[in-house]
């Protein structure tokens, strides 16, 4: 199962953070990928969302809430699956010194597919992925 990580600082308060990530109305704002959002009832861990996506539809399913730190949404289309974890924390500057400085954004996207360790490998190094994920934070970062 490819994974791709990669993480920002976003020069706002965890709390203003949080606010965008945390919104599903927010979502197809800076979540690349995911079309209108629709449904759902809160941002509780088995809620579900319908999305569109070109001309297709899928749900996002959110799997993990810590307020303020961590959010883990499936997203689904057919039988693709995407599972997404957005980390934030306060960012505290150069070593750690000082109070925060803004927030360390963290996101992960895991695109469950089953192909076998070879398939894993070919597709560990696909560039539209790692694209989706940068062009993630990118839209993160200046809707923030």
């Known amino acids: 199962m490819p994974k791709f990580e990669r993480s920002i600082n976003v020069e706002a308060p965890v709390e203003n953070v949080w606010a965008v990530v945390s919104d599903p109305n927010r979502w197809t704002q800076w979540l690349e990928g995911v079309g209108p959002v629709t449904g759902g009832t809160g941002l509780e861990s ?3 969302y319908q999305w569109q996506v070109e001309n ?3 749900t996002v399913t959110v799997e993990h809430v810590e307020p303020n730190h961590v959010l883990t949404l499936l997203t689904q289309v057919g039988n693709d699956q995407d599972r997404h974890t957005i980390t934030v924390r306060p960012h505290r ?4 010194l000082g109070g ?3 927030t360390e954004v963290e996101y992960a996207l895991d695109t469950l597919m089953r192909r076998g360790p070879i398939g894993d490998f070919l597709a560990s190094g696909n560039p539209a992925d790692q694209l989706r994920v940068k062009h993630t934070l990118d839209k993160l970062q200046a809707l923030v």
């Open 100 to 102: 925060a400085h803004g």
């Open 56 to 58: 297709h539809s899928g």
């Open 93 to 96: 500057g150069f070593l750690g």
């Open 46 to 48: 088995g809620a579900t």
